[in-house]
T-cell receptor, first 112, second 113 residues
């Protein structure tokens, strides 16, 4: 099993550009989440999904869109990048009723 | 609201020293509590968990006890190694049916030989 994979590993965007961060898991997990990690603030939940076709907002959803058309994939879209979105982004997944979340290796995004 | 507060870092210790990283929480209901560890350049890994009051989670020599009366879940290890150098996150979950975690700000541990 590859676990949770994320691409790209690094990305630099200009203000106003859009892009999609990819996340995939091969563990047949129902739950998937996106977090951003900023210094001194821990990880904050952006969006999450409890199954294909079902998504909901987390703590900091503004400026981001998600969709979940398959169990495996949960892409995160930045609509119009802003410097405030410079961060490290982590995708995570977990099984129904399981407490352990499995994290991907992260995407480091810089918006100039 | 629900939140997790960890002690400020960084924490610098010599090898074989005793480690405590404090974590307190505020939550409605009965949360499950976790410690995650992030090694340099990697994602987070679950270190240990406790799902009800008075439970003790343990793994790799680390321990933490779920104390409802003090709303705390402090992480301890009797003898740290250089390989324990990492960022440690305390987190809570209010449900196992959503995959949502609330994290503390993280505490950086550096262990010197």
């Amino acid at each position: 099993n590859a676990g949770v994979t994320q691409t790209p590993k690094f990305q630099v965007l200009k203000t106003g550009q859009s892009m999609t961060l990819q996340c995939a898991q091969d563990m047949n997990h129902e739950y998937m989440s996106w977090y951003r990690q900023d210094p001194g603030m821990g990880l904050r939940l952006i969006h999450y999904s409890v199954g294909a076709g079902i998504t909901d907002q987390g703590e900091v959803p503004n400026g981001y869109n998600v969709s979940r058309s398959t169990t495996e994939d949960f892409p995160l879209r930045l609509l119009s990048a802003a410097p405030s979105q410079t961060s490290v982004y982590f995708c995570a997944s977990s099984g129904r009723g399981a407490y352990e979340q499995y994290f991907g290796p992260g995407t480091r995004l810089t918006v100039t | 609201g629900n939140s997790v507060t960890q002690m400020e870092g960084p924490v610098t210790l010599s090898e074989e020293a005793f480690l405590t990283i404090n974590c307190t929480y505020t939550a409605t209901g009965y949360p499950s509590l976790f410690w995650y560890v992030q090694y340099p350049g990697e994602g987070l890994q679950l270190l240990l968990k406790a799902t009800k009051a008075d439970d003790k989670g343990s793994n790799k020599g680390f321990e933490a006890t779920y104390r409802k009366e003090t709303t705390s879940f402090h992480l301890e290890k009797g003898s740290v190694q250089v390989s324990d150098s990492a960022v440690y996150f305390c987190a809570l979950s209010l449900s196992s049916n959503t995959g949502k975690l609330i994290f503390g700000q993280g505490t950086t541990l550096q262990v010197k030989p």
